[in-house]
């Protein structure tokens, strides 16, 4: 296990890499050039000089969140195959830039769902949250404008405002994309990039649909066990993987993490930790990591990824917004220290407990 933090880059983030850097144990960070559109080729000079900025601090990049897919490949247009082409050549540039592990999501307009982004808890931190009456209360082109207001000034991953003046046509692209669709489009793609993968070792790691269910009549595809297996057994290559999420996954109380971990050893390529609390099955709320924070066993979640040994990176992910910290929702730094420094510390307990054999 690598621990790691997730970092917008010098322009957008207001965490730096000295900061980052500073966490015990954190040794890398997951980036990506955040200039880039989906469907745009990633050069190797500009890969380039990402890394050698991250590695002038002192850390190392230790994957890629994300390559996006773009609407063309999702929906199966007939750009999709120039898209495609384009994706291969940014994966061969990472690839040759020595990197290793490369994360995305299949999602459908909307990258990720919450209808709010400062949630006040009783202890007076804030925190993202989610309830399914505000989502069917909305308008989903109005989406964007309803949370826009919360983002502190930042620019949210999958929420950028050029993508979101065409959430219309977005809308009008998918609407005869059902999920078997939108999975077989999933394929098509794995199934051309697996060659440039296996050439250059490059896993890709897909996030999942978050939360895990249809948002917006939208296909929605990977939600669960059985259809993160499918997809595995679909593209049987080590190469095509899964970035564990637990706060997406986890959105579908009828999710078992432990199990879906256990149920994919070798496949596992990156994790993301982070803990909600439910107010009831559709309406929950990002919380601090700490098990007694929230609804999921942060220990057994810890164990099955170290029962299967995973060896990718495990980044904290989300975190409250605390101590007066003004960031990007969900990205400040205190928070997603607290959750490093206890992620770190549920795994030394594992290991040496295991190591001794208790
Ligand atoms: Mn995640």
New binding site residues.
Partial sequence: MEMTLRWYGSKFDTVKLWQIRQIPGVTGVITMLYDKQPGEVWHQDEIHALKEEVEAAGLKIAGIESVNVSDAIKVGTAERDQHIANYIESLENLGKEDIHLVAYNFMPVFDWTRTELARVRPDGSTVLAYTQEAVDAIDPEKMFESISGEMNGTVMPGWEPERMAHVKELFEMYKDIDEEKLFENLVYFLKAIMPVCNKYDIKMAI?PD?PAWSVFGLPRIITNKENLLRMMKAVDDVHNGI?F?T??LGTNLGNDLPDIIRSLPGRIHFA?I?NLQFHSPTNFEESAHLSSDGTFDMYEIVKALYDIGFEGPIRP?HGRMIWGEVAMPGYGLYDRALGATYINGLWEAIDKASKRGI
């Fill in positions: 996030h978050d970035t999420c706060g997406s993301h982070r992910d």
